[in-house]
């Protein structure tokens, strides 16, 4: 590893594991599932060739991602986590919620779509009663959230027996969880109640609601704003 710490506390001891920077992005991007060396970098974004590949190798070292080779007929190696590096998914969400504090909400805007299924587990806050299967479909790439007795389960690919498929891009999601409908929204293929359930999870700051709401908004066409 690199730097340490070396401080008798189990917050200390975390981060001497996950505190370099690209870590917790890359964790962040396996938490839907295992990726080639390849789209892990593209879906990290601008981490240096070499600086992920070290990231790799201390998180392996530390037992929180492991490498797997794929039969045929994709006969390749991925990344994966490991139970232990399962156990980030919990305090990354949730460290993802405070820093919606921080976060613009005109810049969902331009997020790339690989990143909406976790935007969507952190404004999500189900209660423990709530069980929900939605499918998402951005620029061709496909997506899945199963909600079941409080927690937010993602990951890529088909959503299997959806109650609820939402197509369109971040931002058309987004302004759907906000409860906005027709042009500025995506479009809902399946249970209308399902979306109102969702609607009805969404907890964001305040001030971050009305910010969010603003930009909405501003997005309508003409004859749709008010």
Same mark, same amino acid.
């Given at each position: ?47 240096p ?14 037992g ?8 045929? !007929? ?12 399962r ?74 027996? !959806? ?12 302004a ?11 479009e ?39």
């Open positions: 590893m690199g730097r340490e710490y070396g401080q008798l506390c189990s917050l200390a001891s975390a981060l001497d594991q996950v505190g370099e920077r690209w870590s917790l992005l890359i964790v962040r991007e396996l938490m839907l599932g295992p990726l080639r060396f390849t789209d892990l970098a593209r879906a990290v974004g601008g981490a060739t070499d600086v992920l590949t070290k990231r790799l190798r201390e998180l392996e070292g530390s929180i991602v492991r490498r797997r080779e794929l039969g045929p !007929p994709a006969s390749a190696t991925v990344y994966e986590l490991t139970p232990l590096g156990g980030l998914e919990r305090p990354l969400l949730e460290l993802g919620r405070w820093g919606l504090n921080f976060h613009d909400p005109a810049t969902v805007a331009e997020m790339p779509p690989a990143m909406l299924p976790n935007a969507l587990r952190m404004v999500l806050r189900p209660g423990p009663d709530e069980s929900l299967t939605v499918g998402l479909r951005c620029d061709e790439e496909a997506y899945w959230l199963r909600i079941e007795a409080g927690w937010t389960e993602a990951g890529r690919g088909e959503a299997e027996a !959806p109650d609820v498929v939402l197509v369109g891009t971040p931002w058309e999601v987004m759907l969880m906000l409860g906005e409908d027709g042009e500025v929204a995506a809902v293929d399946g249970d209308r109640a399902a979306v109102e359930a969702l609607r009805a999870m969404v907890a964001l700051p305040e001030e971050h609601r009305e910010s969010a709401l603003e930009e909405v908004e501003s997005k309508k066409p003409p004859a749709l704003a008010t």
